[in-house]
Nanobody, 125 residues
Framework: QVQLVESGGGLVQAGGSLRLSCAAS????????MGWFRHAPGKEREFVGGISPIGNRWRFADSVNGRFTISRDNAKNTVYLQMNTLKPEDTAVYYC??????????????????WGQGTQVTVSS
């Protein structure tokens, strides 16, 4: 059983930056594709970004591409989401997730086996 714990959320002004972390325990972290999703009030949960098990491939939603980056440190069992040039529409609860499934499906929430509890990101205008 994999446990995921997100941290790093908070309140930031538009144009600012935040770095989210997701620490994993209880599994072989380097074998998991990792993803970040977000859920804003009144909206569907949406894919933000995903990274392959060894960190050599990544992908992003169009809405964050060019502003967000994703990385992982398999020695620390941690995946990161660096969020720059934040906008009010980025306000949401951000979740990290892990899957043993293929990286090719990393943008599908249904592909993920394990989820964190989420961390709130609020961007003020």
């Amino acid at each position: 059983q994999v446990q995921l714990v997100e941290s790093g959320g908070g309140l930031v002004q538009a144009g600012g930056s935040l770095r989210l972390s997701c620490a994993a325990s209880g599994g072989t972290f380097s074998s998991y594709t990792m993803g970040w999703f977000r859920h804003a009030p009144g909206k569907e949960r949406e894919f933000v970004g995903g990274i392959s098990p060894i960190g050599n491939r990544w992908r992003f939603a169009d809405s964050v591409n060019g502003r967000f980056t994703i990385s992982r440190d398999n020695a620390k069992n941690t995946v990161y989401l660096q969020m720059n040039t934040l906008k009010p529409e980025d306000t949401a609860v951000y979740y990290c997730a892990a899957t043993t499934g293929p990286y090719s499906r990393s943008d599908y929430s249904s592909a993920y086996n394990y989820w964190g509890q989420g961390t709130q990101v609020t961007v003020s205008s």
